[in-house]
T-cell receptor, first 114, second 112 residues
Framework: EPEVTQTPSHQVTQMGQEVILRCVPISNHLYFYWYRQILGQKVEFLVSFYNNEISEKSEIFDDQFSVERPDGSNFTLKIRSTKLEDSAMYFC????????????FGPGTRLTVT | GENVEQHPSTLSVQEGDSAVIKCTYS??????FPWYKQELGKRPQLIID?????GEKKDQRIAVTLNKTAKHFSLHITETQPEDSAVYFC???????????FGTGTRLQVTL
């Protein structure tokens, strides 16, 4: 069964550094998402992406964040200057159908900012 | 924006008993309600979902009910097993926006 994959599984970085989190969505999916989950808390929406542009973003997704689909398979989340409070698990998700389509989550990247 | 509340935050049941988790949502435009199971350190996995044109959906030991008038939906797990132990999240989506708004999660523990 196809799955969303993410790399790396764990990223440790120093405050102020840039990080890029990578995701490979399910191949026939057209809609991509990033969510984050601070340890012990609920999953929070960051951004959705379709047709090479952002569809929607949350208030968390400020100017320090950006997303890109650099090729036909990868979907990336960049944090330009990491802060301590960016430490969280970041999940990529994809869906085949916009809106009411099921979203399938990747295994996550645990980002630790020191 | 949408706000999803989930209760209880923790639930302990004996193996074989039933478990019920309840969620309420605020946005009457929400029309898609998935439930995710998350084991420790793992990804959220979709276990069942319901759309607003349906009042109830069942898949083996798992069922979900939706009351649009009251804006609440519930997850029912019957004949619980130890492997059902996990954190369960409800979520809501308005469809058009597509993002999922998650509840705060319920930690279910099934004891022998």
């Amino acid at each position: 069964e196809p799955e969303v994959t993410q790399t790396p599984s764990h990223q440790v970085t120093q405050m102020g550094q840039e990080v890029i989190l990578r995701c490979v969505p399910i191949s026939n999916h057209l809609y991509f998402y990033w969510y984050r989950q601070i340890l012990g808390q609920k999953v929070e929406f960051l951004v959705s992406f379709y047709n090479n542009e952002i569809s929607e973003k949350s208030e968390i997704f400020d100017d320090q964040f950006s997303v890109e689909r650099p090729d036909g398979s990868n979907f990336t989340l960049k944090i330009r200057s990491t802060k301590l409070e960016d430490s969280a698990m970041y999940f990529c998700a994809s869906s085949e159908i916009y809106g009411v389509g099921e979203q399938y989550f990747g295994p996550g990247t645990r980002l630790t900012v020191t | 924006g949408e706000n999803v509340e989930q209760h209880p935050s923790t639930l302990s049941v004996q193996e074989g008993d039933s478990a019920v988790i309840k969620c309420t949502y605020s946005d009457s435009a929400s029309n898609y309600f998935p439930w995710y199971k998350q084991e420790l350190g793992k990804r959220p996995q979709l276990i069942i979902d319901i759309r607003s044109n349906v009042g109830e959906k069942k898949d083996q030991r798992i069922a979900v009910t939706l009351n649009k008038t009251a804006k609440h939906f519930s997850l029912h797990i019957t004949e619980t097993q130890p492997e059902d132990s996990a954190v369960y999240f409800c979520a809501a989506s308005t469809g058009t926006a597509s993002k999922l708004t998650f509840g705060t999660g319920t930690r279910l523990q099934v004891t022998l």
